[in-house]
Nanobody, 116 residues
Framework: QVQLVESGGGLVQAGGSLRLSCVAS????????MSWYRQAPGKPRELVAM????????SGDSVKGRFTISRDSVNKNTVYLQMNNLKPEDTAVYYC?????????WGQGTQVTVSS
């Protein structure tokens, strides 16, 4: 079982920045895909951004140009989400997700609240 530990959430004013981190407990294999999802109250969980072990990244239309996903250059099973120019509509619980041959795993989530 792989554990994902997220950190970096909090309360920020609109226009501010936050950086989320997610560290996976897997130490023997590089995880293929690491992603960030978010879920706002009353809404379905949505993909925010994804980064592969090969260096490819994708992000949702609502965050393009504002959010950047990256994998740590030393510990490849650590993923970051740099969030700039935050908006109130970015308020949600952000979840880290990992997918590789062992299966799919989720973190416990970290709350991001953006005040107007």
């Amino acid at each position: 079982q792989v554990q994902l530990v997220e950190s970096g959430g909090g309360l920020v004013q609109a226009g501010g920045s936050l950086r989320l981190s997610c560290v996976a407990s897997e130490s023997n294999f590089i995880i293929n895909e690491m992603s960030w999802y978010r879920q706002a109250p009353g809404k379905p969980r949505e993909l925010v951004a994804m980064a592969t072990s090969g260096g490819s990244t994708t992000s949702g239309d609502s965050v393009k140009g504002r959010f950047t996903i990256s994998r740590d250059s030393v510990n490849k099973n650590t993923v970051y989400l740099q969030m700039n120019n935050l908006k109130p509509e970015d308020t949600a619980v952000y979840y880290c997700n990992a997918k590789y041959w062992k299966g799919e795993f989720w973190g416990q989530g970290t709350q991001v609240t953006v005040s107007s």
